[in-house]
């Protein structure tokens, strides 16, 4: 563990939950930074809708196969397992789990993962999400990168509450309604973007996420405007 | 959401929004509901309520342009008031708080009809006491609002007759089984450049393909984004994957 990038890590997560951030553009640096430092191959923040349903907020690549990767996980897979027991999961070998997890081993193996983790996102008494982390290569997981790994989670969870906190007297409830809401605005930016510019989803996100980091803007008010016709992305850098 | 279809079968008749209206009234701890299309660029306008309390306060809301439903609307967000008597309620809603508090409806909770950037209406909610939704009834009310933006929609853009609005789980956006699905969200964009419609449109041709050729939605979503199916603004869809 490069000790001076784990100090800097946090320093810039820090930095970037000020008041009036973006959530989703801080978890998707979040889920960067947990690839960059825990040498995990993919990463994803996944909340819980009002019905139980994981529901990915941010994810280190936004490739439809990574997203369908998570999704699945609402059937079966470590996710799952973590978010109704509210304690961490770990697959170190990914292909010894095919029988807990047939479909989900099936598809993970399918994009080249061989171990997986999956940790809670506490609130209190209440697990509100999960982070979900993927590794090329089967093998045990460190226990230092793993309470680091926690520890992100717990950031996760931090700034869906610093968002709270930035609106008035709104409850849980509806911060998580108003964060999925946001991403649903943003998967819609993204497919509209991507068949204009003829693009892939990843490069729209990017697109997207830099257009309103340049204009000083939310990533969500970026996209329902530009989904609304009243913004033409005019300038926007491929 | 038995409930809602109850209703519709008591009338004999399709579901419609007054359904999601008095199921709602039924299923949570409130006196009435009321829902008005909103817009950002036509004139917004009542479409049901419940009762004379909830009507009124629908008028009172998109007459004065203030208050909960607007507010609700504005911010994409819903906003939940239990108690209007709240003085700072005073100074946001000047003159609304207090006609709401005379008309007796001394809690309201507004939900906005909204998927993404689709966002035709409002629900508002209104109780003649004072308290909060519990999470249950609240996570039932965003349930009946969900509902309620699928009718919606369809009614304005012509979603095809017979479409089960009341059987979501079978080809429906909110309560797939298998949970939410991204690329229902990334084909409904994909759509409106593909039919140079608008994203409210989009979403419903969407829903209508699927439904009158008896597939799932996400199923059909996931074509769109694996460019395997392409929509055509006056032809029917074609599949990509059939011409080899």
Redesign the interface.
């Known amino acids: 563990m490069n000790e001076r990038l784990l100090a800097e890590t946090f320093v810039e997560l820090a930095d970037n939950l000020v008041a009036d951030f973006d959530l989703i553009d801080f978890l998707r640096l979040l889920s960067d930074r947990c690839v960059s430092l825990l040498g995990t191959s993919a990463a994803g923040v996944l909340f819980a809708?009002?019905?139980g349903?994981?529901?990915?907020m941010a994810a280190s690549d936004e490739q439809?196969r990574l997203?369908e990767l998570f999704?699945l996980q609402?059937?079966e897979g470590p996710c799952l397992e973590c978010f109704h027991t509210g304690t961490a999961v770990a697959a170190p070998e990914l292909a010894a789990e095919a029988g807990r997890w047939p479909r989900f081993t099936a598809q993970a193996a399918l994009h080249g993962f061989g171990a997986v983790q999956a940790l809670p996102m506490r609130l209190r008494d209440e697990t509100v999400g999960a982070l979900n982390l993927f590794r090329t290569t089967p093998g045990p997981f460190d226990p230092v990168s793993t309470s680091i790994a926690q520890a992100l989670a717990d950031v996760a969870t931090i700034s869906l509450l610093q968002q709270r906190s930035t609106?008035r007297g709104?409850?849980l409830?509806?911060q998580l309604?108003?964060a999925l809401?946001s991403?649903?605005?943003i998967?819609?930016?993204?497919?509209?973007?991507?068949?204009?510019q003829g693009i892939d989803?990843e490069q729209a996100f990017t697109a997207l996420r830099r257009y309103a980091r340049a204009h000083n803007r939310r990533l969500a008010d970026v996209?329902?405007d530009f989904?609304?016709d009243t913004e033409a992305l005019t300038e926007l850098t491929l | 959401m038995t409930l809602v279809a109850e209703q519709a079968a008591q009338r004999g008749a399709r579901v419609d929004l007054r359904d999601v209206c008095t199921a709602a009234v039924a299923a949570l701890p409130v006196g009435g509901a009321g829902i008005s299309a909103m817009s950002?660029s036509v004139a917004n306008y009542p479409l049901c309520s419940t009762d004379g309390t909830s009507e009124q306060l629908e008028e009172l809301q998109l007459t004065l342009g203030e208050g909960p439903c607007v507010d609700a609307f504005t911010g994409?967000?819903?906003i939940?008031t239990p108690d209007m008597a709240d003085s700072e309620l005073q100074d946001s809603w000047p003159v609304f708080a207090t006609e709401a508090l005379t008309l007796g409806a001394v809690a309201i909770f507004a939900l906005p009809l909204?998927?993404?950037?689709i966002s035709p209406g409002v629900l508002d909610l209104y109780a003649s006491k004072p308290g909060?939704l519990g999470?249950e009834d609240?996570?039932d009310a965003?349930?009946f609002a969900d509902l309620a933006t699928l009718i919606l929609l369809d009614s304005v853009h012509g979603g095809p007759a017979g479409m089960p609005d009341n059987k979501e789980e079978e080809t429906g956006y909110a309560?797939e089984a298998?949970?939410?699905?991204?690329?229902i969200?990334?084909?409904?964009?994909?759509?409106?450049?593909?039919l140079g419609v608008?994203?409210d449109e989009a979403f419903v041709r969407l829903r209508a393909h699927a439904f009158t050729h008896g597939h799932r939605i996400t199923h059909v979503a996931a074509d769109v984004?694996?460019h395997r199916l392409r929509f055509r603004p006056d032809a029917e869809p074609y599949r990509t994957d059939q011409d080899r």
């Open positions: 809708d009002r019905d349903a994981l529901r990915v439809v997203l999704q609402n059937d609106q709104h409850a409830n509806e309604q108003t809401n991403r649903v605005l998967e819609q930016a993204k497919g509209k973007l991507a068949e204009r989803m996209a329902r989904i609304n | 950002t994409s967000v819903p939940l909204q998927i993404g950037a909060p999470a609240l996570a965003l349930a309560l298998n949970g939410y699905r991204a690329e969200d990334q084909a409904t964009g994909i759509l409106t450049v593909q608008g994203i984004v694996a």
